[in-house]
């Protein structure tokens, strides 16, 4: 009689935060696929769940802690016998959240997604926090891949060296650790071998990428040399690169966004401000003035070019004048994706030591005005696109409807900017899959998203060795 198969433990994770928490998170999806646990998406039907928080500004704080709470009453009252917590919460407040939540069994930092083997060995101690942060994702760690088939987010650093006052990632991620150029090829390599396409480079100051290794002034360690090299990988067809620092960039860096056939003509460059005070202030290095010559020099040498940037509003001392002084900026500089924020006024940062705090009603208005400039502008750029050609990655099937497809023009960053919604191409011979680059013509837009029918499908060319596309990868919940 054969030997009846024991069922592999379930586990569930919930993935809050940005890209590099997803990348985190993947790599604790990998740690408990090699413990042989099965990922489900109904916490309900989780004997561990793992929440990765954010806890940057007082919004994410708070929905990480809701999220806890929520995964809390699994624990409670459900199959879930393990609780883990892990990421930037529990790094910046482990006591507080040990001594306030008996619900959860594991503490996990920023720095500790391999210790989660641990855990679901069942060895672990509760508080597994180290201090301080000091890790950073290498090709050998497993990573398993969660979300849309096709594309990947690849970290090139961790941590960050810069001061600015608003911001606390330095204390909860540490000091800038980059990878070695051979480790982000290896990793990008196996990536390919898995079907991604789309490699999606960050890090929390990316254009600081390599400063830190040994040798970082070299010509090998700087990052417009690594960037040829991941768009060299073959199976590659799109790099994005992401927080680009808005400092006198790299002639060769522009140069390869602007006529790289695989390096997209995308930049993603917090700007943060600019008004002068304002960015003084915020101890970010340099005025308005670099600013705009940064944005002309780049919409100058790179040809259909998409800006992606994000601004604070109602940061202490921003006066009505500095924040009309903004708004002007970002009406003259047409971003085609615009993120706000509104200042979240943290205890460790050096802003909250700062006078003539804006109040909330006004920071709100001020987040208002500037989201609507920006939707107005996005609106005017996607209707430009009705009637052109462009080329999609093929996502999947829809959310709201399984026979409509979705996917991204190369002007499109996953999870962050708009999508494609694909109809028609019954006539083609094979109908597109996941992980697909088809040509599609643009019939109808709404201020962040297209709508396009299908024209053709390109022909696969996977590196030999790779294996078949189209599965289903597991879904981490993510937050609203
Ligand atoms: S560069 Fe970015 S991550 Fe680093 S301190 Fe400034 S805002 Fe924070």
């Given at each position: 009689m054969a030997a009846m198969k024991r069922p592999r433990p379930t586990i569930h994770f919930v993935s809050l935060g940005c890209p590099k928490n997803r990348v985190d998170s993947e790599v604790m999806l990998g740690v408990a696929a090699d413990a042989r646990y099965e990922h489900v998406d109904d916490p309900a039907r989780a004997e561990v769940i793992v929440v990765n928080t954010c806890g940057f500004i007082g919004a994410a704080k708070k929905e990480s802690v809701d999220t806890i709470l929520e995964m809390a009453e699994h624990r409670r009252a459900g199959r879930c016998t393990k609780l883990v917590v892990a990421g930037c919460l529990s790094q910046r407040y482990p006591e507080e959240l040990a001594a306030g939540m008996p619900e959860v069994d594991h503490f996990l930092g920023?720095?500790?997604?391999?210790?989660l083997g641990e855990v679901l060995r069942g060895r672990a101690e509760r508080m597994l926090v180290g201090h301080p942060a000091d890790w950073v994702v290498r090709a050998s760690d497993p990573r398993a891949l969660s979300g849309r088939v096709g594309s990947a987010w690849v970290k090139l650093a961790e941590g960050c060296n810069r001061t600015c006052a608003f911001c606390v990632i330095p204390e909860l991620r540490g000091k800038q650790r980059s990878r070695t150029p051979d480790d982000v090829v290896r990793e990008v390599e196996e990536l390919t071998a898995r079907g991604v396409r789309e490699v999606n480079l960050v890090s929390q100051d990316t254009v600081a990428y390599g400063r830190d290794l040994p040798g970082g002034a070299s010509a090998e360690a700087r990052l417009a040399p690594l960037v040829r090299r991941v768009a060299d990988v073959p199976g590659v067809r799109w790099v994005r690169l992401f927080y680009l620092y808005p400092e006198k960039l790299d002639p060769e860096l522009v140069e390869l966004v602007a006529h790289h056939p695989r390096v997209l003509p995308y930049v993603d460059m917090p700007l943060q401000h600019a008004a002068d005070a304002m960015l003084r202030r915020m101890r970010r290095g340099h005025g308005g003035a670099r600013l705009r010559r940064l944005v002309d020099e780049l919409r100058q040498k790179v040809p259909g070019l998409t800006f992606r940037t994000a601004f604070i509003v109602g940061h202490p001392g921003e006066s009505a004048a500095e924040f009309e002084e903004l708004c002007d900026f970002v009406r003259a500089a047409e971003f085609e994706h615009l993120g706000v924020f509104r200042y979240s006024d943290e205890e460790s940062a050096a802003s909250h030591a700062l006078d003539a705090k804006v109040p909330a009603l006004v920071a709100a208005n001020r987040w208002r005005r500037l989201m609507a400039i920006g939707r107005r502008i996005a609106a005017r750029k996607n209707a430009a696109f009705v009637g052109r050609e462009l080329e999609v990655l093929v996502e999947g099937a829809s959310e709201e409807h399984e026979l409509v497809l979705v996917g991204r023009h190369r002007g499109q960053a996953p999870e962050i900017d708009g999508q494609v919604f694909l109809s028609g191409?019954?006539?083609?011979?094979a109908p597109p899959r996941a992980g697909d680059l088809v040509r599609a013509r643009v019939t109808q837009a709404t201020d962040y998203d297209l709508a396009a029918g299908l024209v053709s499908v390109e022909p696969r060319d996977r590196p030999a060795g790779t294996r078949a596309r189209g599965r289903t990868l597991p879904v981490l919940r993510a937050g609203a």
């Open positions: 920023s720095s500790d997604m391999l210790k191409g019954a006539e083609l011979d």
